[in-house]
Every structure is written in structure tokens, then in C-alpha cells.
């Protein structure tokens, strides 16, 4: 009995070491999983984030950022925050929020030549050899017209009257308030031309949550594609070296379109 007594404790042994290797791996895996879920929710918020002025396109960006937060420092509002643990934000990278502090358009923008690696380009915020924050492309101010309480009559320019570009980034349209018939709607139109993305008009907006909010450009805007081109516009004609020539057949198409028409009014005059 006293020669098994060893291997029935090589056995114990080698259970328990079963089981820490599989609690190991377990514990492993879930520790994966939370950062891998971190990882996730930080590139899915880095899509929506609202970069200093002169910031690269955001997947080269990420790249080049070094995170030593110079950025952050040489701003004077405090408007420029850096990601920290639980912000489920690319670490250590510069952000800002509108509604809390927006860029109030410094214009010797002194986040920009500060920072040591092209992060921030300070190239793409100049003009004419000078510095020129309305150059700048932090972003896209979209109104929501449900919420927005000028497109319901009541009278609000707010966000025009916040503007650093008076009259050219958000201008004010007028449309007859057919329901009162006497009094006018004026309608925030922002143009995309000129916006800049500081977020002033978003700090600015009266209602309860804005009704006007910055969002990158490439989420704010949609893309027509290389199909279509605006004819009157020479510049945009170039994209038509993009384009090549997709034909989709089908029983309809085979046709040709005086048969389909004639054949859509007999079937008219019988019916």
C-alpha cells in the first residue's frame, strides 16, 4: 500500500496542475478579451473624435502621434484634453469636446508648431506663408433639423452669431412660415466650404442638447463616387479619370425604352 502512496500524489499533483494551467488560460482569455473590447471600442471612438487644428488623416495620425501631450499644453483656453485610461479613447492622443471648451481659433495657433512629428501639420493650416486658422479642419457642423428650434419658427441665430466666420461658414436663410403666414423661419445653413470644425456655434446652441454638432467631415458628409461629376465645375471633371463603366443587364434593360413605353400604355387602356 505504501509503494502506490507516491504515485497517488504525482497524480494530485498533475490534476492541480491541470487545473492552474486551464485557470491560467481562462483568466488569460478574459484578460484578452477585455483588452481586445477596449481596443475595439477605442478605434470605434477614434472615428468620431474631434482632432487639434492641422491633424493628419486620422489612421496616419495614430501613427505618428507620440502622445507627449504638447498639443495639449500650449493651448490657452484648456480646450485640448488627453485620452486617459476609461476615456475609451486612443490613449494619450489629443481630443476636444465642443460643447464643453471648442477651439476658439488662436490665430497664431500655438498647438500646431509645437508638436515633433507631423502629427500636426502645420503646412495644411497655412496660406500665403502665414499661419491661417481659418484654413483649418477640425471638423463639420451639421444641424439637426428636428431639434433645431429656428427650423420650428422660433426665432434663434445663436449659432450664427457664434461663428468666428461671420456670415460665410453658417449664413441665415429665410422661408416664409406658411403656417402663421406672417412671420419668417431663418433656417442656420452651414457651408462646408468654409466651416473649420471649431465648435463654437455647437457651445453656443440654445437647446438642452445641442442641435448643432461638429463631426469629422468624412462622418458628416457623404461621397457622390466617381460617377457623378458636376459638369459646370472643370476641377471636379477630374475625377472622371477614377471612374470606369459598369453595365448591369437585365430583362427590363433588354429592352428598348420605346417598346417599354408602348407596352406601359396599352396595358393602360386595357386595364
Known sequence: MSENRPKKKESVTDRRKFILNMARGVGLATMGGFIWSAYVDEVTASSLLLRPPGAIDEKDFLRTCIKCGLCVE???????????????KPLGTPYFVPREVPCYMCPDIPCVPVCPTGALDEASVTTDGKLDINSADMGLAVVDEESCIAFWGIQCDACYRACPILGEAITIEYQKNERTGKHAFMKPIVHSDACTGCGLCEKACVTEKPAIHILPREVAMGRAGDYYIKGWDKED??????????????????????????????????E
Open 74 to 88: 500650449a493651448c490657452p483656453y484648456d480646450t485640448l484634453l488627453l485620452a486617459k485610461p476609461g476615456d475609451h
Open 237 to 270: 471633371e477630374k475625377r472622371l479619370k477614377n471612374a470606369h463603366e459598369i453595365k448591369t443587364t437585365t430583362e427590363l434593360s433588354k429592352q428598348k425604352a420605346a417598346d417599354k413605353l408602348n407596352g406601359d400604355l396599352l396595358e393602360g387602356l386595357y
